[in-house]
């Protein structure tokens, strides 16, 4: 450091303040990059997962809710409106479901879904094979019997496939966010000890060439003082550093010596002319 111009210190102080200011900007880029990604994977997969879901959970209770009412149905006109809203919600629920498809994120995501298709599949096997037939003719005691009896397990399980998909995927929701929220965490923590970190350096060296600066231009005040009070031309500067102070101190001993020579040939001279003065 003792031959580092002032230039080039304050140059160096410069890069350093530049670098700290960068590392934070890109720590704080990277965490809203993470908590841009974070929020858009929450709101544009998982939600829209959970939606899903739900509302082929839902289609399937109504399902459930209209088959009570076809077995309860007596007349032709109101069986037939029930059997309409059972062909709309079987509907919808696939539509649901071919729309989850293309939203699978892994392998278990998969299996659930697997499992949703074979119970709602053997739901409405059940369904349409069995429990409709009975219900048509008006053979209620039977359709009821079908339906607490061979049915119910298979809503009953259907339903719990349902709910245990929702949660997964509830689940994933919940890491990812933790994950993002490590993330911007851990870039926060980065940003504030680079902070810390950069205005120590910084201080430390502005510390250092403030102390440098005042140090070396206190001495050559005392020196010009010296020379100044007590006429005193054998004071010289300690020249302590390379930099731009140290060289205008190596130029205040070259002055001084130059005044202290032109005084001593003055003071000989005078003599010289003196004694021959005597002389004459």
Not at 6 to 12: E, F, N, S
Not at 62 to 90: C, F, P, S, W
Not at 262 to 271: D, F, G, Q, V, Y
Request: no cysteine; aromatic share 4%; glycine share 4%.
């Amino acid at each position: 450091m003792k031959n580092l111009t002032i230039a080039k210190r304050l140059i160096l102080l410069i890069v350093v303040s530049v670098v700290a200011l960068i590392l934070v900007g890109v720590d704080g880029l990277s965490a809203a990059i993470d908590a841009q990604k974070g929020v858009s994977q929450v709101r544009d997969d998982s939600l829209v997962s959970i939606k899903t879901l739900a509302g082929v959970r839902s289609s399937f209770q109504q399902l459930r809710v209209n088959v009570y009412a076809h077995v309860l149905t007596a007349d032709d006109k109101g069986m037939a409106e029930v059997e309409k809203n059972i062909e709309n919600i079987i509907g919808t629920m696939n539509s649901e479901l071919k729309k989850y498809e293309g939203m699978l994120s892994n392998d278990e995501d998969k299996k659930l879904f697997e499992e949703d298709k074979q119970f709602l599949s053997q739901y409405l096997g059940m369904l349409n094979e069995k429990l409709l037939p009975k219900s048509r003719k008006n053979e209620t005691a039977e359709a009821i019997a079908i339906v607490r009896g061979e049915m119910r397990p298979v809503a009953q399980a259907t339903s719990e496939a349902l709910n245990k998909h929702v949660a997964f995927n509830e689940n994933m929701a919940s890491n990812y966010a933790t994950k993002v929220v490590a993330s911007v965490t851990s870039a926060i923590n980065t940003s504030i000890a680079t902070i810390v970190l950069a205005v120590l350096v910084v201080a430390a060296m502005g510390y250092f060439m403030l102390s440098s600066i005042r140090g070396s231009l206190n001495q050559i005040r005392d020196s010009v003082s010296q020379v100044e009070t007590n006429l005193d031309f054998t004071q010289r500067v300690n020249v302590l550093r390379e930099d731009e102070i140290g060289l205008t101190a190596q130029a205040l001993n070259r002055l001084i010596d130059k005044l202290q020579g032109n005084l001593k040939t003055i003071l000989e001279r005078s003599a010289s002319v003196a004694h021959s003065a005597n002389q004459m």
